[in-house]
């Protein structure tokens, strides 16, 4: 039996042909294509105020963001605990320490209300997250952050292409990263990006992406390399390879049609699972946003059961996420009231979502959850 999975990259033609051109060019490195991609990047965005910086995993861009405003060891920044664990990790990086605040029900992203009592006179920086096809409240965020002057790290690694109050995201935010993964929505295999405000970020940025050589990014993109540069600063092997940015570059040019893709299938997966008492949907209509996944809330104890009967049925399920203060290596680190938190990822659960998904396969998903919740033997 084939399985559908929950995640599935759009590989066409295009980008097979991407990737031979960019092999065949022969420059395998950071290139011409990733200048070229920060540049397509950008205009797709419309951030005419705002730039682009490259890099090679969502993580490496987190980790760049907190070195880039000055986190430093024993600082505190505040993250919903029900986030991915890169963002957790990059915090750990810079020496810093995650404090877990909790989540809002109908969004799952970050209860401002509730980050107002964790900041402390260590806190340096939020990150707020949208989640699938929810945004956070950034308004609030960014009027919290400057009352405390706090910066703030927009994690839009689910929202790309989505807007928030008619702005595209990438736009509006202190700084902004984006990832490409080999199962967010569009792919460079992998990937990631920050959308800053200054030049000065800029160049820090380049350098610290490529070990802190002060080589211009100017030059590496004509394909060639200075051999001569100064090193003055801490830095990663975190740039992007002319491979990466080539797909990107094909994949972007798509977004069009993943975004219309996505939102009706999301509309779909809502219309016939509505009738489903014990399902809850995302509260969207999907109009304003590229849905990264879709994901439903059944009862905590019939979830492990309800994946197994799909599994049966060759339907792949993920759990987005386990909370970061349910983790060994977090389990003594401030946290806040975290009872929507963990109520909602006991409740969690992803279904299959792709760019392009047959609407028969949308349908097969949802007559499985149908039919086990219509038995009623699954306890």
Not at 81 to 105: H, M, Y
Not at 141 to 161: K, M
Not at 162 to 177: A, E, L, P, Q, R
């Amino acid at each position: 039996m084939k399985q559908i999975p929950v995640f599935k990259p759009l590989i066409q033609q295009e980008e097979i042909q991407a990737a031979v051109e960019s092999l065949e060019l022969g420059w395998l490195g950071m290139g011409g294509y990733v200048g070229k991609f920060e540049e397509e990047l950008a205009k797709f965005l419309g951030a005419e105020d705002r730039y682009v910086v490259a890099v090679n995993t969502g993580h490496s861009a987190l980790h760049l963001a907190m070195m880039l405003i000055g986190i430093n060891p024993g600082d505190e920044v505040i993250t919903p605990s029900f986030n991915n664990i890169a963002d957790f990790q990059a915090i750990l990086a810079v020496g810093a320490k995650p404090v877990f605040c909790d989540i809002r029900e109908d969004t799952l992203c970050l209860d401002v209300a509730k980050v107002e009592e964790l900041i402390s006179p260590k806190t340096k920086a939020i990150i707020p997250m949208d989640y699938d096809c929810c945004l956070a409240d950034h308004d609030a965020v960014a009027e919290l952050a400057a009352r405390y002057q706090l910066r703030v790290i927009h994690d839009a690694a689910h929202s790309f292409g989505s807007y928030y109050k008619g702005k595209k995201i990438g736009t509006f935010s202190d700084i902004c990263m984006f990832s490409f993964d080999p199962v967010k929505t569009i792919t460079c295999i992998d990937g990631g990006a920050l959308v800053v405000k200054t030049r000065e970020e800029v160049e820090t940025l380049h350098q610290m992406r490529l070990i802190g050589m002060g080589q211009p990014a100017s030059v590496m993109y004509g394909n060639q390399r200075a051999w001569t540069y100064d090193v003055s600063r801490l830095g990663f092997r975190y740039h992007m390879a002319n491979l990466h940015a080539a797909i990107g570059l094909s994949q972007l040019a798509k977004m069009p049609e993943i975004t219309e893709s996505r939102q009706a299938a999301c509309s779909l997966y809502n219309e016939l699972l509505s009738e489903v008492r014990e399902v809850k949907t995302p509260i969207s209509d999907f109009k304003n946003v590229t849905p990264f996944l879709y994901y439903i809330r059944v009862p905590s104890n019939k979830r492990q059961a309800l994946r197994d009967r799909l599994k049966q049925c060759g339907i792949d399920t993920g759990i987005h996420w386990q909370p970061g203060h349910c983790f060994s290596l977090f389990d003594k680190m401030t946290k806040g009231d975290l009872s929507i938190t963990n109520k909602i990822s006991s409740e969690i659960l992803s279904l299959p979502l792709h760019s392009l998904i047959p609407t028969e396969t949308i349908n097969f998903v949802c007559s499985k959850i149908k039919a086990f919740f219509e038995g009623g033997n699954h306890e």
